[in-house]
């Protein structure tokens, strides 16, 4: 099971951060990542991240401004968001892959399991 939680209301320029705790199964060995969900948008990768923590991929629209991270010690993934603007507004959603893969993938059909979305929404 992965619980997704800390989103909220923030002025655009603000800080997030978003934690997704996962229990029930072995998810730390899993790449996870970070999708989002605009009102009529399609469900896209924000950021995700290796097993180990050691190599990961964000969308071109978060760089800099977003940081994905991870401590298995504690079955926990965390998105920090600072600079947080209008069209960052979305539910966001955590997500694990199980399939081994040497470098997190982007492609939302390789993602297994699914938390339930916490919302995040940035006023000008």
């Known amino acids: 099971q992965l619980q997704a939680s800390g989103g909220g209301s923030v002025q655009a320029g603000g800080s997030l951060r978003l934690s997704c705790a996962a229990s029930?199964?072995?998810?730390?060995?899993?790449?996870m990542a970070w999708f989002r969900q605009a009102p009529g948008k399609e469900r896209g990768l924000v950021a995700a991240i290796s097993w180990n923590g050691d190599s990961a991929r964000y969308a071109d629209s978060v760089k800099g401004r977003f940081t994905i991270s991870r401590d298995n010690a504690k079955n926990m993934v965390y998105l920090q968001m600072n600079s947080l603007k209008p069209e960052d507004t979305a539910i966001y959603y955590c997500a694990a892959d199980r399939t081994a893969r040497p470098t997190p993938t982007d492609w939302s059909k390789a993602y297994n399991y699914w938390g339930q979305g916490t919302l995040v929404t940035v006023s000008s």
């Open positions: 029930g199964r072995t998810y730390m060995r899993y790449n």
